[in-house]
């Protein structure tokens, strides 16, 4: 929660703030995410104007997960972009757009479901540890990078297996 208290009910007062807070629970996606409690560094501006107030904030976080393809952990920063009207608690909202309108409860702004959705849409669908990540074998579960030359036998077919029986003892004679 954020007090925006300071800039009063003036259009066009603003104020910058910075602050580091602890990653709410869920940051992510299920292979790709932020740890719980990991530092989030938020610098924001908020800005009054007649509605209400205008926030715009820059995030940065930390993601660790897993390469989607091969298994291997992966980790990088993110920044993410957001911006947010909050609109004051005694204005008007109209019925059809009460579920779009975020509203100022006791002059705090709650940032995080405005986190949670920047961050989750600035994720991979799926993350990969290198552009070119071959995955592991489908075979035996590998992982090509650690051995590019990896390979197996080709598969016998089973419809034929009686027939490789009869003509395998024929070849030892010769």
Do not use: K, N
Request: charged fraction near 30%; proline fraction near 8%.
């Amino acid at each position: 929660m954020l007090d925006t208290r300071e800039l009063g009910r003036r259009p066009g007062s603003q104020r910058e703030v910075s602050r580091t807070v602890p990653a709410p629970a869920d940051l992510g996606i299920e292979v790709l995410g932020v740890t719980e409690g990991s530092p989030v560094d938020l610098d924001l501006r908020l800005e009054a104007v007649m509605e209400g107030v205008l926030v715009t904030a820059t995030a940065s976080v930390a993601v660790v997960g897993e390469c989607a393809r091969c298994l291997e952990p992966i980790s990088d920063d993110v920044e993410v972009r957001f911006q947010e009207l909050f609109v004051y608690d005694d204005q008007s909202v109209d019925p059809d757009e009460e579920l779009e309108v975020s509203t100022l409860q006791d002059d705090l702004v709650d940032l995080e479901p405005l986190l949670r959705d920047a961050v989750v849409l600035a994720l991979p669908f799926q993350p990969l540890c290198q552009d070119d990540c071959p995955g592991l074998c489908v075979e035996c579960g590998a992982r090509l990078a650690d051995d590019p030359d990896h390979g197996h036998d080709a598969p016998v077919d089973p419809r034929w297996t009686a027939l490789s029986a009869l003509v395998e003892p024929e070849q030892a004679e010769d």
